[in-house]
C-alpha cells in the first residue's frame, strides 16, 4: 500500500509556470507547484487535498531541489591536474570508469590510452611543437564534441588543460608535450563526477584524433 501511494503522490506532482508580475520588460517566470484536484473525489477529499500535510511539502521541496541540483553537477576541479613530478606525467585514473589515460599501464584497458605523434615516422612536412599545439588547438575548437562545449582554461608552452561542459556536467581534458620524448604527446580525459559515462571520454578523444590524423599525426594505436 505504501508503494501505491508514493507512485500516486509523484504521478501527480507537476510544475506550472507564470509570469512574473513585474514591470520590468524582461520578466521571470515563476515556477511554483501545482496541485490538481480530482472532481470525482468528495467534497471532503477536495478539501483535505488542498491542505498539503508537512510530509508531502518536504517531499514535493526535495523534488524541486534534485532539479535545481541536476543542472549544476560541474564538482570542484580535482587538485591533481597538471603535470605531475616523480616521474613527470599526467595523472593516473581513478578506479571509476570514466577517465582514460596516456599515463596508465597498457594492460589496464578500462583506462589506458595510446599516446599521439604528431611527427609520425614517413610525415613528409614535419612540424614544431608550437605548430603541433596550434593545430590540436585548431581541432579542439572545431572538432563536434557530442553535445559538449569545450573551452580552453589553460595553457602553457607544453600543456594545455580543456574544460568540457553540458548541463552543468564537465570533464577535464589535458594535453602535455613531454620533454625530450620527440613528437609525442600525452592526454587524459576524465568526468569530474559519476562512475561511468557511456564511453564519453574514448569517444571525444577518438574524434580528435581522427581530425588530427587527417592532418599527418598519427597514434601508438586505435582505441
Known amino acids: 500500500m505504501a508503494a501505491s501511494s508514493s507512485s500516486t503522490f509523484y504521478t501527480n506532482l507537476k510544475f506550472c509556470t507564470k509570469p512574473n508580475n513585474n514591470n520590468k520588460a524582461s520578466s521571470l517566470l515563476r515556477i511554483s507547484l501545482c496541485h490538481k484536484n480530482n472532481n ?9 487535498n488542498s491542505n498539503l500535510n508537512r510530509r508531502e511539502l518536504i517531499l514535493r521541496s526535495s523534488e524541486i531541489a534534485t532539479v535545481g541540483a541536476i543542472f549544476n553537477f560541474s564538482g570542484k576541479k580535482p587538485d591533481y591536474l597538471g603535470v605531475q613530478k616523480n616521474p613527470p606525467s599526467l595523472a593516473l585514473c581513478p578506479a571509476t570508469k570514466n577517465c582514460i589515460s596516456t599515463s596508465e599501464n597498457i594492460t589496464d584497458t578500462i583506462h589506458y590510452a595510446p599516446p ?18 596550434e593545430e590540436l588547438i585548431d581541432v579542439i575548437e572545431s572538432t563536434p ?4 562545449t569545450p573551452r580552453i582554461v589553460e595553457r602553457k608552452e607544453d600543456y594545455i588543460r580543456v574544460e568540457y561542459s553540458i548541463l552543468g556536467f564537465v ?21 569530474r563526477v559519476g562512475n561511468f559515462d557511456f564511453d564519453a571520454n574514448k569517444k571525444r578523444i577518438k574524434a ?16
Open 40 to 48: 470525482n473525489n468528495h467534497e471532503d477529499n477536495n478539501n483535505n
Open 116 to 133: 599521439w605523434n604528431y611527427n609520425p615516422e614517413g610525415r613528409k612536412n614535419p612540424i614544431s611543437r608550437e605548430e603541433a599545439m
Open 145 to 148: 564534441a557530442d553535445k559538449f
Open 171 to 191: 570533464d577535464d581534458v589535458e594535453f602535455w608535450f613531454p620533454p625530450g620524448k620527440g613528437s609525442t604527446v600525452e592526454y587524459r580525459s576524465a568526468s
Open 208 to 223: 580528435l584524433r581522427q581530425e588530427l590524423e587527417k592532418r599527418g599525426w598519427a597514434s601508438a594505436e586505435t582505441i
